[in-house]
């Protein structure tokens, strides 16, 4: 299992670009999210997914948006970057049920919006 | 007030030692408590994971939780070098986990 893969793992923007963060796993898990981690923030939820065709906002969502077409994939696309959004973006996933906040982490993009 | 509060100050500990480290959480509908744990440059990884008041252990590590008083702990026996990281505190329930910011620790040989 290769677990739960990310693409870029590093990407430079300039300001007002858009671009897709790519995010896979397979392990089957119906619950996948995204989180930035910013130094002195912590990890912060943008949005998630409890199974294809089911997203929802988490506490920081604007700017981004998200879709679940498949149980393996979970994109995150920045619509407009800006300086604000520079930071490492991980994505996550775990099964529902117990194991739900047994979460599976990315190893990550580092993104810098200039 | 912020769902989980974790003090972020860097710990700096001798080889060996006991490290201590504790969260507060402000919602008592969140009924899950992880610790993560996260090496430079890397995603973080689960390393204790409860649902219910009290201690579990799993070797060097005991997660303490106590739900009356919202707070949870985690500890780290005989610390080892490679225990230097930064550890995470978080938090679960309606479908989703909240996070502390993150204690760096670092263990000196």
């Known amino acids: 299992n290769a677990g739960v893969t990310q693409t870029p793992k590093f990407q430079v923007l300039k300001t007002g670009q858009s671009m897709t963060l790519q995010c896979a796993q397979d392990?089957?898990?119906?619950?996948m999210s995204w989180y930035r981690q910013d130094p002195g923030m912590g990890l912060r939820l943008i949005h998630y997914s409890v199974g294809a065709g089911i997203t929802d906002q988490g506490e920081v969502p604007n700017g981004y948006n998200v879709s679940r077409s498949t149980t393996e994939d979970f994109p995150l696309r920045l619509l407009s970057a800006a300086p604000s959004q520079t930071s490492v973006y991980f994505c996550?996933?775990?099964?529902?049920?117990?194991?739900?906040?047994?979460?599976?982490f990315g190893p990550g993009t580092r993104l810098t919006v200039t | 007030q912020k769902e989980v509060e974790q003090d972020p100050g860097p710990l700096s500990v001798p080889e060996g030692a006991i490290v201590s480290l504790n969260c507060t959480y402000s919602n008592s509908a969140f009924q899950y408590f992880m610790w993560y744990r996260q090496y430079s440059r890397k995603g973080p990884e689960l390393l204790m994971y409860t649902y219910s008041s009290g201690n579990k252990e799993d070797g060097r590590f005991t997660a303490q939780v106590d739900k009356s008083s919202k707070y949870i702990s985690l500890f780290i026996r005989d610390s080892q070098p490679s225990d230097s990281a930064t550890y995470l505190c978080a938090i679960g329930g309606n479908n989703r986990l909240a996070f502390g910011k993150g204690n760096q620790v670092v263990v000196i040989p």
């Open positions: 392990m089957n898990h119906e619950y």
């Open positions: 996550a996933s775990s099964s529902t049920g117990t194991s739900e906040y047994e979460q599976y």
